[in-house]
T-cell receptor, first 113, second 114 residues
Framework: KAGVTQTPRYLIKTRGQQVTLSCSPI?????VSWYQQTPGQGLQFLFE???????NKGNFPGRFSGRQFSNSRSEMNVSTLELGDSALYLC????????????FGQGTRLTVV | AQSVSQHNHHVILSEAASLELGCNYS??????LFWYVQYPGQHLQLLLK??????LVKGIKGFEAEFIKSKFSFNLRKPSVQWSDTAEYFC????????????FGGGTRVLVKP
């Protein structure tokens, strides 16, 4: 079974631009969550999508948004990039049952210059 | 709000030494508990998990963790570490009825000297 796939792996953007990151979950998983990992703040939850609906949202500004498609693939978008958005963005998928763990992708390393 | 704290930011030890990493959380309700490991250059991988039942859980690579409900703790242990255990370790908590949202501790970097 293929794991969680995130594209692209690396991205360099200029301040003020916007960026879209993609995540393909493990086949059969309907929940996709996004996390931001930085040296200073650690791993912080951005949002979770389940069956195309946002189920949970973390404490991030509205510049961070996401969506999920009918095939469970998810995208997150960051508009008006700031230097502080430089981070590793991780996607995790979970199967549709209770008491389950999250499976993480390799992440997308975003650098804002 | 839920918070998770890991007591040590960095741990350095020699091969064959024992390892114990502390984790405490603040949520008073039902939780699922996890330890994830991130080896250099690799993605987060699950070491072990606790949902219910026996509070002593065993995971991969000889790791185990004990859930002590009264102390809101979920400490990770390994009796004898190897150089290949060099990694960053994260404790994570999932609250009941919070979907699959994980709250992570700050992580502990473990360096095992050969």
């Amino acid at each position: 079974k293929a794991g969680v796939t995130q594209t692209p792996r690396y991205l360099i953007k200029t301040r003020g631009q916007q960026v879209t990151l993609s995540c393909s979950p493990i086949s059969g998983h309907r929940s996709v969550s996004w996390y931001q990992q930085t040296p200073g703040q650690g791993l912080q939850f951005l949002f979770e999508y389940f069956s195309e609906t946002q189920r949970n949202k973390g404490n991030f500004p509205g510049r961070f948004s996401g969506r999920q498609f009918s095939n469970s693939r998810s995208e997150m978008n960051v508009s008006t990039l700031e230097l502080g958005d430089s981070a590793l963005y991780l996607c995790a998928s979970s199967p549709p049952r209770v008491n389950t763990e999250a499976f993480f992708g390799q992440g997308t390393r975003l650098t804002v210059v | 709000a839920q918070s998770v704290s890991q007591h040590n930011h960095h741990v350095i030890l020699s091969e064959a030494a024992s390892l114990e990493l502390g984790c405490n959380y603040s949520y008073g309700g039902t939780v699922n508990l996890f330890w994830y490991v991130q080896y250099p250059g690799q993605h987060l991988q699950l070491l072990l998990k606790y949902f219910s039942g026996d509070p002593l859980v065993k995971g991969i690579k000889g790791f185990e963790a004990e859930f002590i409900k009264s102390k809101f703790s979920f400490n990770l242990r390994k009796p004898s570490v190897q150089w290949s255990d060099t990694a960053e370790y994260f404790c994570a908590v999932k609250e009941e009825a919070a979907g699959n949202k994980l709250t992570f501790g700050g992580g502990t970097r473990v360096l095992v000297k050969p």
